[in-house]
């Protein structure tokens, strides 16, 4: 079966610190990756999504980068965060085969 | 621009009581509509999905249905129980090829035991 993980679970990060974020998904193969953030009263934005290896397409300009090194991991980074980058983020994806998505459990950053 | 609005923001029922919740989107040239659960501080958790060509989809006590020409989505929930308590979000995926999904903010319900 399909699973996906995602961590940490909850981080609190000061101004101008890096980020690193994980998601990995297991059994399956090729699938497309999103990264998703939700800020409070203002739903899901996509941020980036990835349908292979070290393809990146970024849908909102912003202070975070994502990056694809295998065909199941997916992160989201920043180099200096900002109090505007405090959220939660919900990493998803969706096989070639399948059609709907499936979420991740969640990090909720905390920028201070 | 594909635009998914969900009226109500919030609702609270008692226990027992069956209920609608509303979803409403733009572009009525969609792929799918998923419906999905969030419980606090949690990921998303699919409910239903109905393909473009269906008229609904079931599940245990959830029932969505799907108008394509009137942009409109339903979510019904048949007796309603404490557990049901969450945030439900509806999602448009507006093609094929298309890589996101558009969310609506949810609406929160409570039911109250």
């Known amino acids: 079966s399909q699973t996906i993980h995602q961590w940490p679970a909850t981080l609190v990060q000061p101004v101008g610190s890096p980020l690193s974020l994980e998601c990995t998904v297991e059994?399956?193969?090729?699938?497309?990756l999103y990264w998703y953030r939700q800020a409070a009263g203002r739903g899901l934005q996509l941020l980036f999504y990835s349908v292979g290896i070290g393809q990146i397409s970024s849908e909102v300009p912003q202070n975070l980068s994502a990056s694809r090194p295998q065909d199941r991991q997916f992160i989201l980074s920043s180099k200096k965060l900002l109090l505007s980058d405090s959220g939660f983020y919900l990493c998803?994806?969706?096989?070639?085969?399948?059609?709907?998505?499936?979420f991740g459990s969640g990090t909720r950053l905390t920028v201070v | 621009k594909q635009e998914v609005t969900q009226i109500p923001a919030a609702l609270s029922v008692p226990e027992g009581e069956n209920l609608v919740l509303n979803c409403s989107f733009t572009d009525s040239a969609i792929y799918n509509l998923q419906w999905f659960r969030q419980d606090p501080g949690k990921g998303l958790t699919s409910l239903l999905l109905?393909?473009?060509?269906?008229r609904e989809q079931t599940s245990g006590r959830l029932n969505a249905s799907l108008d394509k020409s009137s942009g409109r989505s339903t979510l019904y929930i048949a007796a309603s129980q404490p557990g049901d308590s969450a945030t439900y979000l509806c999602?448009?995926?507006?093609?094929?090829?298309?890589?996101?999904?558009?969310f609506g903010k949810g609406t929160k319900l409570s039911v109250i035991p």
């Open positions: 998803a994806w969706i096989s070639r085969s399948l059609i709907g998505y499936t």
């Open positions: 109905i393909q473009s060509s269906q």
């Open positions: 059994g399956t193969s090729n699938p497309n």
């Open positions: 999602a448009v995926r507006s093609g094929a090829g298309s890589y996101q999904l558009t």
